[in-house]
Each structure stands twice: as C-alpha cells, then as structure tokens.
C-alpha cells in the first residue's frame, strides 16, 4: 500500500510507512531538507520545528550579500552614534549598498597587496568596520580568523602563530601589542591594518584608506574580488574555542555550514527589513556573529551597536531596539529585570511594591496573546523603548521563573541552543513552538538524537546537519572523539520529550558522580544557589572524603554581595554574613533528596574564573580551590 503524505507548512508526516520510519527528501522554495521521520511515541530520534517564515536560499555568504542588497540596498544597515565630548551625539546612518560597496572595495584592495588565499584575523570591540572587515575576507579574499578581544597578550600571541595568519584588523589599544607581536620570527604575521587610523603609515595599513583604493581598483575593472568563486564546502572561517590557548581547539567553519543556519533561523524567527538589532555579545563569539551580525544583514535588518551592559535600557530606549540577543542569560535578565525600574538589585521589594498595580494584571492576562499582554503592560514595555518584540537567549540556561516571567508580561523571549561547532544553533524556541526551560525544536534541516540514554530517558544530545563544522582543524583526535560520521557529539546530556521538545541537563563532563552511582548536575543546583539575594555567583563542585576517597560529598563557593547582605538581612560582619548564606543553603537542602545536600560552603568576594564569554571554567575553579586547600 503506498504511503500517504500529509503536509502542513513544511513539515511531512507519514501514516502508513513500516514501523512509522522512512527516508524523505524534499524541496522547499528556499531549502533543501532531509527529513527522518520516525513514530516520536516510540522514538524521540529525529524531530525539528515548523518552518513558519519565508527565507532566501543562498549558496554561501557572497551569494547572501549579492541576493539582499537587490532588496535591502537603499534601507539602514547600520545606525552609528558619533559624540564629541561636549556635544550632543549625532548619527551616522550607513545603507545596506553602501557595506555591500565597502566590502567589495576593501577585498579587492586586500588581494591587490597580496593576500589572496591567506589568513586574515578581526580583533576588537563590536563595531561596523569589524564586520566589514571580516565579509571582505570570507568573501573572497580568503580565511577569517576571528580572535577575542579579551585575550592577555601571550594567549594572542599564541593563537597568531597557530592559526598562521599573515594580517589582522585591528582597533587601536591592540596596536602596540600587535607591532611587538608582528616582530616575532615565530609567525607569519606581515600586514598590520588599523581600523582607527585615517591614513596608512610606516608599517601600518588604514582600513580607510584600503576601502579608498579598492574602489578605485574597482573603477579601473579590476574585479578579482567581485568575479571571486567561492567554494562552500571547504574551511574558510577558524574558530577558536572557549579555554586557554594550550587547549582551545580550533574549529573549522565553511560557507555552507553558516549559510544553512542564516536561512534555518530565518525561518523560523520572526525577524525582517523593519527591525533594529542591538549587538551587545563579544563579535568574535559565533552565537553574535551568526544570530546578531550575519543574521541582521541577510535579514536587511538595521544593527546598533550597545554602549556597555550598563547602558541596555538606555541603548533600548535611544534606538527603539526591536531585537536582542543576550548572554549569560540567567544572570544577565535577572539583572535586567532590576535595571527595567531603573532600581539597584537591592532594592527589590521597593521595585516590587512601585509596580504591583501593575503586575496584579498577571492572573488575569494568564491566558491572553502576547499582544493582548504587552497592550496590558505598556507601562513596563515604554520602559524598555515599547518596540522589543524579541529578546533570544543563548549559551546559558535562562530560569523558567525568569522566562515565565517575561513571557507574561508580555515580552517574547525565546531560548535558543548551539555550540561553536554547529555554526551556532542547533534548536531555538519560536512564537509559535515553545515551552518554558525547554531550547525549543531543532531548526529545519537539522537532527537530533539522543544517544546512550539512562532509564530516564536522558543522554549524550547529538546533531547532524549542514550546520556542523568540517572538523577540528589540524586535530584529527578530538575529530575522531567528537564527529562520528554525520554526527557531533554536543558533550550536553539532554531529554526530548514526545512532541521534540529538547530540555538541556547538563554538560556531560561536569556531572559529579556520587558513591550510590546518583548524578548531580552543577548546572541545576547552581540556579538555585543564585536564587539567594546577595549571591552573585556560584560553583557547585564534589569533594572526596579523607576517610573513603569514593565518598563525594557536594560542596558549594559562593560570590557574594556584601552591601545586598547587609541591606536585605542585617548581615554585617564575615561571621553573620556566613551564618545568613548558611541558614538559606540550609533551606535549599530541605527541597532536595538528601544525597543532592549541600554539606561545604566557601565564601569569597572574588569572581569565579570564567571564559571571555562569562562562562564558568569548571576545571580551573576546582584547582585553584585545591590549591588553596592544599
């Protein structure tokens, strides 16, 4: 009996297949997917979101500027304040047609010294010569090396020789750094190019007046770069992992992978030509370059650039921002939440008892549409500039009371899920697929499986789909370790439940597993650690007994606040201060099996040790605890 085939939008579903399993292959207007299709009452395998938007194909990021700027030319890209420091800013507007034209201007001044088929790295601050700088490269120059800004002076080093880059862009608190660097005989460096200075000088290259050149090349015919072909299937942007140079791995990234993610999210976020995106997250991350600065122009969307986390509401109010991404997101919208009634995080119960009449409305718009309760909360959204229709969080684990909280208000948070290596997102809640805690479905055109599951039905999140990287670039034993075949191993231990929705448990190597063979997920007990006002911060970790090394009892070092303690609880002295963090973990214990109790605690004012992406370094903050105890 032939299969019947039913389609909704996109998605296919089969009834009269064998066992409820087959191959299909389909094409959209925009997309090609490959889709399995398995019984998700029996299997929780395969499974991805509704395509809810319509999206343009393109083959790989040249393709993307060619085919936007027929649409989007004469619309904003970029909104620029420029300020004086005794005037008022005023604001420096760029077209979609004018970055088009710049960055085939600076490639073909960029082959025109001689770095066709090189390495080219992109160092420093969000801003739009950085973005410029790095099309001009991928696009048909050569490889993209985005590096972070925040790199001490030796790891930079470092990561110049590894990747063997022969030029770097630049902002100029790098350059005397980079000229000491480019003196070394240990790498390739040769072309120093400011995205600061005006004009070339001894040994150093203006980005201006690179762009000026290019387009007097492209006057005269030269149409090297522009005439470029690129390959979309071979490595052309080298990411760097979060970590220390001496185990950061570099991930190899080509066209394909991005592009295919561009057009997956682009189906399903409602994003367009209207919006303003507000870039806040470091650039060189891939969640900002993807989500934030490729995503804004494939869209023709207009980006702004924040001044400081200490300016978002000011930023959301002064350019009427549309769209945000954000991260580390737990502690980034707790925060926000505070700074929305422009109040100290201390002073919540006044903010609480300023704004009940308005949050009294919550019961009664429980049921109502987002527009019904943004209509309900205006107060509150003309706080944030009243135009936010989209905030995506990523990289952390955003509180199911926080996200509770902002979906009922009225304010559209979705949370999303990728790593480096998959360009980024794997799966995104949307408008119309969502459920709180959860990442939300995989995005069309990619897998996901569950492998070796426990009785509860988690396991180790696996992903396949254009997405996911080529390899780790000159290390064929992580490879080796982590793509197995069409699949990438996440390291995330994950359960999907039987719509495929994917909930996120924990990163497998940081379990802590106990003497009764019981998991402890940091992750979990952490947010509920940081529920405590006056801790800023904490880091879960397993301790083993002098008396039986297999016993690991949980220990917890906490980063505390000592003006919310003293404000919210009287704690004045170190003694009262432990004897109040005491008492709350004391409580958190009692809402727990008693195998998950916290039995040490550590206090300390000083920050953990995090990546440059506010990531906490498990590893590191366990040694250096050992270290101290030792």
Same mark, same amino acid.
């Given at each position: 009996?032939?299969?019947?085939?039913?389609? =909704? #939008?996109?998605?296919?579903?089969?009834?009269?297949?064998?066992?409820?399993?087959?191959?299909?292959?389909?094409?959209?207007?925009?997309?090609?997917?490959?889709?399995?299709?398995?019984?998700?009452?029996?299997?929780?395998?395969?499974?991805? %979101? $509704?395509?809810?938007?319509?999206?343009? #194909?393109?083959?790989?990021?040249?393709?993307?500027?060619?085919?936007?700027?027929?649409?989007?030319?004469?619309?904003?890209?970029?909104?620029?304040?420029?300020?004086?420091?005794?005037?008022?800013?005023?604001?420096?507007?760029?077209?979609?047609?004018?970055?088009?034209?710049?960055?085939?201007?600076?490639?073909?001044?960029?082959?025109? *010294?001689?770095?066709?088929?090189?390495?080219?790295?992109?160092?420093?601050?969000?801003?739009?010569?950085?973005?410029?700088?790095?099309? %001009?490269?991928?696009?048909?120059?050569?490889?993209?090396?985005?590096?972070?800004?925040?790199?001490?002076?030796?790891?930079?080093?470092?990561?110049?020789?590894?990747?063997?880059?022969?030029?770097?862009?630049? =902002?100029?608190?790098?350059?005397?750094?980079?000229?000491?660097?480019?003196?070394?005989?240990?790498?390739?460096?040769?072309?120093?190019?400011?995205?600061?200075?005006? /004009?070339?000088?001894?040994?150093?290259?203006? @980005?201006?007046?690179?762009?000026?050149?290019?387009?007097?090349?492209?006057?005269?015919?030269?149409?090297?770069?522009?005439?470029?072909? *690129?390959?979309?299937?071979?490595?052309?942007?080298?990411?760097?992992?979060?970590?220390?140079?001496?185990?950061?791995?570099?991930?190899?990234?080509?066209?394909?992978?991005?592009?295919? +993610?561009?057009?997956?999210?682009?189906?399903?976020?409602?994003?367009?030509?209207?919006?303003?995106?507000?870039?806040?997250?470091?650039?060189?991350?891939?969640?900002?370059?993807?989500?934030?600065?490729?995503?804004?122009?494939?869209?023709?969307?207009?980006?702004?650039?924040?001044?400081?986390?200490?300016?978002?509401?000011? +930023?959301?109010? #002064?350019?009427?921002?549309?769209?945000?991404?954000?991260?580390?997101?737990?502690?980034?919208?707790?925060?926000?939440?505070?700074?929305?009634?422009? /109040?100290?995080?201390?002073?919540?119960?006044?903010? $609480?008892?300023? *704004?009940?009449?308005?949050?009294?409305?919550?019961?009664?718009?429980?049921?109502?549409?987002?527009? #019904?309760?943004?209509?309900?909360?205006? $107060?509150?959204?003309?706080?944030?500039?009243?135009?936010?229709?989209?905030?995506?969080?990523?990289?952390?684990?955003?509180?199911?009371?926080?996200?509770?909280?902002?979906?009922?208000?009225?304010?559209?948070?979705?949370?999303?899920?990728?790593?480096?290596?998959? =360009?980024?997102?794997?799966?995104?809640?949307?408008? !119309?697929?969502?459920?709180?805690?959860?990442?939300?479905?995989?995005?069309?055109?990619?897998?996901?499986?569950?492998? +070796?599951?426990?009785?509860?039905? @988690?396991?180790?999140?696996?992903?396949?789909?254009?997405?996911?990287?080529?390899?780790?670039?000159?290390?064929?034993?992580?490879?080796?370790?982590?793509? /197995?075949?069409?699949?990438?191993?996440?390291?995330?231990?994950?359960?999907?439940?039987?719509?495929?929705?994917?909930?996120?448990?924990?990163?497998?190597?940081?379990?802590?597993?106990? !003497?009764?063979?019981? +998991?402890?997920?940091?992750?979990?007990?952490?947010?509920?650690?940081?529920?405590? /006002?006056?801790?800023?911060?904490?880091?879960?970790?397993?301790?083993?007994? %002098?008396?039986?090394?297999?016993? *690991?009892?949980?220990?917890? !070092?906490?980063?505390?606040?000592? $003006?919310?303690?003293?404000?919210?609880?009287?704690?004045?002295?170190?003694?009262?201060?432990?004897?109040?963090?005491?008492?709350?973990?004391?409580?958190?214990?009692?809402? @727990?099996? !008693?195998?998950?109790?916290?039995?040490?605690?550590?206090?300390?004012?000083?920050?953990?040790?995090?990546?440059?992406?506010?990531?906490?370094?498990?590893?590191?903050?366990?040694?250096?605890?050992?270290?101290?105890?030792?």
């Amino acid at each position: 009996m032939k299969s019947e085939i039913l389609y =909704s #939008e996109s998605l296919f579903l089969c009834k009269n297949c064998p066992n409820n399993k087959f191959e299909l292959t389909f094409q959209s207007k925009d997309i090609s997917y490959n889709l399995w299709y398995k019984n998700i009452a029996n299997s929780k395998e395969e499974y991805m %979101s $509704e395509k809810l938007y319509e999206t343009i #194909e393109i083959t790989d990021l040249k393709d993307m500027l060619n085919k936007t700027k027929e649409l989007y030319g004469d619309k904003p890209a970029y909104k620029i304040k420029q300020k004086d420091e005794n005037t008022q800013p005023n604001y420096k507007v760029i077209t979609h047609k004018e970055v088009r034209n710049m960055i085939d201007a600076l490639g073909t001044a960029l082959i025109d *010294i001689g770095l066709k088929d090189k390495r080219i790295a992109v160092i420093g601050e969000n801003r739009y010569e950085w973005e410029i700088a790095y099309l %001009s490269v991928v696009c048909g120059t050569g490889t993209v090396v985005p590096l972070d800004k925040a790199l001490p002076e030796n790891e930079l080093e470092n990561l110049i020789e590894r990747s063997e880059i022969e030029a770097i862009f630049y =902002s100029s608190k790098y350059e005397e750094i980079l000229e000491k660097i480019k003196r070394s005989p240990e790498n390739k460096l040769k072309h120093l190019i400011s995205m600061d200075n005006l /004009e070339n000088t001894d040994g150093i290259y203006s @980005m201006q007046e690179l762009i000026k050149q290019g387009k007097e090349l492209v006057k005269q015919g030269n149409k090297e770069f522009i005439d470029a072909k *690129i390959n979309a299937d071979e490595m052309s942007i080298m990411l760097f992992t979060s970590g220390t140079t001496s185990n950061s791995k570099v991930v190899a990234l080509s066209h394909k992978n991005i592009s295919s +993610n561009l057009m997956a999210i682009g189906s399903v976020l409602d994003v367009n030509s209207t919006d303003t995106i507000l870039s806040i997250l470091p650039i060189h991350h891939v969640f900002e370059c993807t989500v934030g600065f490729l995503f804004s122009l494939y869209k023709g969307a207009q980006t702004v650039f924040c001044d400081g986390i200490r300016h978002v509401v000011e +930023n959301l109010n #002064e350019y009427k921002v549309t769209v945000m991404a954000c991260v580390p997101t737990e502690v980034f919208m707790a925060n926000f939440l505070s700074k929305i009634f422009n /109040e100290d995080a201390r002073k919540i119960k006044q903010i $609480e008892k300023r *704004i009940q009449p308005v949050l009294d409305k919550e019961e009664e718009y429980k049921n109502s549409s987002m527009e #019904e309760r943004k209509q309900a909360f205006k $107060e509150i959204h003309n706080l944030i500039g009243g135009n936010i229709k989209l905030f995506i969080s990523g990289a952390a684990a955003l509180d199911s009371e926080i996200e509770a909280r902002y979906r009922l208000l009225g304010i559209n948070i979705v949370q999303g899920y990728g790593l480096t290596e998959t =360009s980024p997102v794997v799966a995104v809640g949307t408008n !119309k697929e969502y459920k709180t805690g959860s990442i939300g479905k995989a995005i069309p055109g990619v897998e996901v499986k569950l492998a +070796n599951t426990d009785k509860d039905g @988690m396991g180790e999140l696996l992903v396949k789909g254009p997405n996911v990287a080529l390899c780790y670039y000159n290390d064929e034993q992580a490879t080796k370790e982590a793509f /197995e075949g069409d699949w990438f191993h996440t390291g995330d231990l994950a359960k999907i439940d039987d719509e495929g929705y994917i909930f996120i448990c924990g990163r497998k190597k940081s379990v802590i597993v106990l !003497k009764n063979g019981k +998991n402890i997920f940091p992750e979990e007990m952490e947010c509920l650690v940081n529920k405590i /006002e006056g801790v800023k911060e904490s880091f879960i970790f397993g301790k083993q007994q %002098s008396s039986d090394k297999n016993d *690991i009892k949980i220990n917890v !070092k906490i980063v505390f606040d000592r $003006e919310i303690l003293k404000d919210v609880y009287g704690a004045t002295t170190d003694e009262e201060i432990r004897k109040t963090l005491a008492g709350k973990i004391k409580t958190i214990n009692t809402q @727990m099996p !008693k195998y998950k109790a916290i039995r040490g605690i550590i206090l300390t004012e000083e920050p953990l040790i995090k990546t440059t992406t506010n990531k906490i370094k498990r590893q590191a903050n366990l040694d250096e605890i050992n270290k101290s105890e030792n």
